[in-house]
């Protein structure tokens, strides 16, 4: 079983940054970012496999947000840059069963979950 606590969020204004932060208790295979806006469901946005690589992307967030992960320190981060009001979202973390999907950004494939980060943007 893996512990996930979130941090970092807040309230910025249009084209801010933001460093979000994910600890957990035991370090997973893959490890994702994923956002819910209001009325919306979970959509993945970043997700990184940490024995080395480099990160996953939706989209949306290319060139924008930057995700990496500290295996001495057992945390994930997100870098968000140039943020926009449509990123406004509460930011969850999720981690990988021991087996996984590479690359994969479907919540359905994760099972840990963190509580969440509000993020916000104006």
């Known amino acids: 079983h893996v512990q996930l606590v979130e941090s970092g969020g807040g309230s910025v204004q249009a084209g801010g940054s933001l460093r979000l932060s994910c600890s957990y208790t035991r370090r997973p295979n893959y490890v994702t970012w994923f956002r819910q806006g209001p009325g919306n469901g979970r959509e993945g946005v970043a997700g990184?496999?940490?024995?080395?690589?480099?990160?996953y992307y939706a989209d949306a967030v290319k060139g924008r947000f930057t995700i990496s992960r500290d295996n001495a320190k057992n945390t994930l981060y997100l870098q968000m840059n140039n943020l926009k009001p449509e990123d406004t979202a509460m930011y969850l973390c999720?981690?990988?069963?021991?087996?996984?999907?590479?690359?994969?950004?479907?919540?359905?494939?994760?099972?840990?979950w963190g509580q969440g980060t509000q993020v916000t943007v104006s």
């Open positions: 990184i496999y940490t024995g080395g690589g480099d990160g």
């Open positions: 999720a981690a990988s069963r021991p087996y996984y999907v590479l690359g994969s950004l479907d919540s359905a494939d994760f099972a840990y």
